[in-house]
T-cell receptor
Framework: DTAVSQTPKYLVTQMGNDKSIKCEQNLGHDTMYWYKQDSKKFLKIMFSYNNKELIINETVPNRFSPKSPDKAHLNLHINSLELGDSAVYFC?????????????FGPGTRLTVL | DQQVKQNSPSLSVQEGRISILNCDYTNSMFDYFLWYKKYPAEGPTFLIS?????DKNEDGRFTVFLNKSAKHLSLHIVPSQPGDSAVYFC?????????????FGKGTLLTVNP
C-alpha cells in the first residue's frame, strides 16, 4: 500500500553501462516527476509527465530517457552511465492543475557509478 | 541561479525548545511555498505550505511565516521533539498547470537533542 514506490533502492554499476529505475504510484495522480539529488544535496527536477505526455525536460542529457507506459508508471532509463550520474534519484507524483499542491515522493534510488 | 536558498546547513536545538528554519528566495513569481521533511534513506514528505497571499500558516506544532517584501520564510517548530530530527527542505512553486514543478533549497539538517 506504498503510495510511490521505486525499484531498485540501490544500484551500483560500471561506467558505460545502461540501467533503468522503475517508479509506480497508486494515488491516482496524473502527473509524475523525476528529481535528482546530487552530492551537493540539491533536489532538482529532471522530468515531468502528465497523462503519459512529457511536459518538463530540464536540460537533462539525452542519455536519460524517461518512459511512461501509463499514468501510474514513470521509468527512467540511463544509457552510457558516467561517474557524474552518481546521485539519488527520486520519483514523485501529484495532481496537476492545483497551485501549491504537495508532491508525494518515493523512497529514492541511490545510483553509484564506478 | 539558486532561486531558493537555505543558508544554514545545520541547526541543533534542545528538546522542548523552538526550532527556527529559514529560507530565502529570489523569484518574485513564486506563489506557493512548501516545507518538506526528510529522514535518511527515505523520500521527502510534505509538512506544511503557505500561499504567497498569506503571512502565516499553522498546523499543530508547525508554523510557517512568510515575509514577501523580504522574500523570506521561516518554519517554526514548537516544542521541538527528538523525532523532528531530519533534513528540512524549503520548496517553492509557480502556478498549477501541467508544468507545475517544485524548486528546492539545499536543506537544513535539524538535530533535536534529548
Amino acid at each position: 500500500d506504498t503510495a510511490v514506490s521505486q525499484t531498485p533502492k540501490y544500484l551500483v554499476t560500471q561506467m558505460g553501462n545502461d540501467k533503468s529505475i522503475k517508479c509506480e504510484q497508486n494515488l491516482g495522480h496524473d502527473t509524475m516527476y523525476w528529481y535528482k539529488q546530487d552530492s551537493k544535496k540539491f533536489l532538482k527536477i529532471m522530468f515531468s509527465y502528465n497523462n503519459k505526455e512529457l511536459i518538463i525536460n530540464e536540460t537533462v542529457p539525452n542519455r536519460f530517457s524517461p518512459k511512461s507506459p501509463d499514468k501510474a508508471h514513470l521509468n527512467l532509463h540511463i544509457n552510457s552511465l558516467e561517474l557524474g550520474d552518481s546521485a539519488v534519484y527520486f520519483c514523485a507524483s501529484s495532481q496537476a492543475g492545483v497551485p501549491g499542491l504537495e508532491q508525494y515522493f518515493g523512497p529514492g534510488t541511490r545510483l553509484t557509478v564506478l | 541561479d539558486q532561486q531558493v536558498k537555505q543558508n544554514s546547513p545545520s541547526l541543533s536545538v534542545q528538546e522542548g525548545r523552538i526550532s527556527i528554519l529559514n529560507c530565502d528566495y529570489t523569484n518574485s513569481m513564486f506563489d506557493y511555498f512548501l516545507w518538506y521533511k526528510k529522514y535518511p534513506a527515505e523520500g521527502p514528505t510534505f509538512l506544511i505550505s503557505i500561499s504567497s497571499i498569506k503571512d502565516k500558516n499553522e498546523d499543530g506544532r508547525f508554523t510557517v511565516f512568510l515575509n514577501k517584501s523580504a522574500k523570506h520564510l521561516s518554519l517554526h517548530i514548537v516544542p521541538s521533539q527528538p523525532g523532528d530530527s531530519a533534513v528540512y527542505f524549503c520548496a517553492a512553486s509557480v502556478g498549477g498547470g501541467s508544468n507545475y514543478k517544485l524548486t528546492f533549497g539545499k536543506g537544513t539538517l535539524l538535530t533535536v537533542n534529548p
